[in-house]
């Protein structure tokens, strides 16, 4: 299974007074993120799923996703702060079947996820950062295929 993990895009508000899992994508960050999903269409990536945390950052950056792709997001807790291989299970569980998924989530949940899939070594997703990883539901292990920053995606 192909299996693609996104950081939710920009989304600091330095005055930020209200409960974090409220807070949203910046302006710059929701156009950011458009523009990196657009990238992901031109890589010819084609998830047949997309499920993201319910923070609101993290629905949002999956719905612009979704929205290029013609999908719909399957928020689910498992991807909320806290995620890693256990939720993973879960999910793959539900994701039997599926040939290609995108899951959408936060730091630094998804970076120690990534390693330990991947049987050790540092990864670091950035803000927006996207990695397709390779994944053996099975034995739960895999291989990263790629990581990318997203000033990769969108050429700067």
């Known amino acids: 299974m192909n299996l693609y993990f996104l950081r939710h895009g920009l989304a600091d508000w330095p005055n930020w007074d209200r409960p974090d899992a409220e807070r949203p994508l910046t302006p710059e960050g929701i156009q950011r993120m458009k523009a990196e999903a657009k990238a992901m269409k031109g ?3 084609a ?12 629905k949002q950056t999956a719905e612009i996703v979704a929205d290029r792709f013609g ?3 399957n928020a689910t807790p498992l991807l909320a702060p806290g995620f890693g291989m256990r939720q993973l299970t879960g999910l793959l569980r539900d994701l039997s079947g599926v040939k290609e998924a995108m899951l959408v989530g936060h730091e630094p949940d998804f970076s120690a996820t990534i390693s330990d ?11 927006g950062g996207l990695a ?8 739960l292990t895999g291989e990263l295929i790629w990581l990318l ?3 990769v995606l969108i050429g700067e």
């Open 132 to 139: 397709r990883v390779d994944v053996d539901p099975e034995s």
């Open 43 to 45: 890589l010819g990536i």
């Open 71 to 73: 999908l719909t997001v």
């Open 47 to 58: 998830p047949a799923l997309i499920a993201a945390s319910p923070l609101v950052r993290a």
């Open 117 to 127: 899939l991947i049987g050790g070594g540092r990864v670091v997703m950035k803000k």
């Open 149 to 151: 920053a997203p000033k």
